[in-house]
Structures are given as structure tokens and as C-alpha cells.
């Protein structure tokens, strides 16, 4: 019972703000895939093109998370770069990626069947089938996320629902204790940098609860009494009179 109020709080926000955000970027990132392919199935064309360098090359990559920590990766890439004549007799030249595997088939000047957009000629599918595979697991990658997303907005929801339920049972219902605040207690919640707190109590009768999660300036003091309701029957958890709202 002790830990269920900074639970609570936990459930209802993160995992919630963490799906949505994973669906908007994969929402985005699929319709960009999405929009590609369908202009390749309508628009594509076959050329023939020639092989004109080879490049392998690794790249670092640094990301910085939101607690400011830098974390740095090496990415390898396999860069092909070609020629070919379009239908209009256009002579198109390119880069672009492809897996380690079809790289390791090719040397330079050898000769490679590609697929390009006709109104865009600069849009080329070098190695055959990747755009729709891409396609494939943007489709699989996003459904997953949804998925996801509406069961982190059913269960905050759902606790949601019962906290307001035990809140209104405890203020019809609950006697009021004194409680003493014996302590905040850290929680992995962060608020612009913030870590958030929860304040540890005991009450007059020996049970022991915690408040809601909230910045440190807004919890009461160690020491301070306040005031909680507790079920009289003992089984729904005590909350402090100023969460009960």
C-alpha cells in the first residue's frame, strides 16, 4: 500500500506520454514511406545503370536525452554511386544506400537494374525491394504502436477512474487522522529537469501512506503533521486530505 500513490502517478503519465510520442514519430515517418511507394508503383521505371564508385563509411552519431546525457554511436554505411540515362535521354548520376550484402556483389563498373521515379528521376530504388520492405515493417512498427498506445491510454484511464472513486469514498466516508511526514522519497518521475517527490507519513493510528507525486517545494515538510482519511473498514488506501481533490 505504501508505494501505490507514486505508482499511480507513474502508470498514468508515462507510459502514456511515451506511446503517443513513439506514434505521432512513427506516423510521420510511415507516411513519408507510404507516400514514396505508392509514387514508385504509379511512376516507376527500369533502367539500366553503370557502377561509377564504392564507398564504405562509418559515421558517428550522437544523441543527447532529456537529463542532458550524450551517448554517441558508430553507424556504417555502404554508399553505391551510379549513372544511368533516363527515358527522356537525361543522363542522371546518384549515390545512394544499399545493404552490406548486395554492396559485397557489386564492383565498379558493373552494371545494375534500378528503379526510378519518372517525374523524379533523382528518386531511385537502387537495391531491389528494399522500399517495400521498408514499407512493410513501417506498417508492422506503426500498428504495433497503436496497439500500444490505446493500452497506455486504458490503463492511466482506468486507475484514473479508481482514484477518483477512492477519493470520493474517502471524503463521504473516511475518519480523519493526524499524520506525522517522516520523509520524501525520490521517485523516477522528472518534471523539466525536476525529480519529483513523494512524502512519507505515519499516521495516529501506526498505518503508513504516501501523497501524491510533486516537486519537493510542494510537499509538506518533514516533521509537519497533516491531516489524511482512512477507510473506516480498512481496505481502501488512506489518501492525505489535499490529494483528495
Known amino acids: 500500500m505504501k508505494r501505490r500513490s507514486v505508482l499511480l502517478d507513474l502508470v498514468m503519465f508515462v507510459p502514456f506520454m511515451a506511446s503517443m510520442i513513439f506514434v505521432v514519430a512513427l506516423w510521420l515517418i510511415s507516411g513519408v514511406a507510404v507516400s514514396e ?3 514508385f508503383a504509379e511512376e516507376g521505371v527500369t533502367a539500366e545503370a553503370e557502377v561509377t564508385a564504392m564507398q564504405v563509411r562509418t559515421e558517428e552519431q550522437r544523441t543527447t536525452d532529456s537529463q542532458g546525457r550524450t551517448s554517441t554511436t558508430f553507424v556504417t554505411r555502404y554508399l553505391v554511386s551510379y549513372s544511368f540515362v533516363d527515358q527522356e535521354g537525361n543522363p542522371v548520376e546518384g549515390i545512394g544506400d544499399v545493404s552490406s550484402g548486395f554492396y559485397g556483389r557489386l564492383d565498379v563498373g ?3 537494374r534500378l528503379v526510378y521515379v519518372r517525374s523524379d528521376p533523382g528518386m531511385v530504388e537502387l537495391e531491389s525491394g528494399t522500399r517495400a520492405e521498408t514499407v512493410k515493417w513501417m506498417a508492422l512498427a506503426f500498428w504495433a504502436a497503436l496497439v500500444a498506445a490505446v493500452v497506455a491510454l486504458a490503463v492511466p484511464l482506468w486507475f484514473l477512474m479508481r482514484r477518483r472513486a477512492r477519493a470520493r469514498y474517502l471524503r463521504q466516508n473516511g475518519v480523519r487522522r493526524t499524520a506525522r511526514i517522516t520523509g520524501h522519497v ?8 525536476q525529480t519529483q517527490y513523494a512524502a512519507e507519513w505515519l499516521d495516529s493510528a501506526g498505518a503508513t501512506g504516501q501523497s501524491r ?7 509538506p515538510d518533514i516533521g ?7 477507510d473506516p473498514k480498512g481496505v481502501v488506501p488512506a489518501m492525505m486530505e489535499a490529494d483528495l481533490n
Request: charged share 15%; proline share 4%.
Open 213 to 219: 507525486v510533486a516537486a519537493p517545494g510542494q510537499l
Open 110 to 112: 558493373d552494371v545494375v
Open 186 to 193: 525520490a521517485t523516477i518521475l522528472t518534471v523539466n529537469g
Open 37 to 39: 511507394a505508392t509514387r
Open 224 to 230: 509537519s503533521d497533516v491531516t489524511i482519511r482512512a
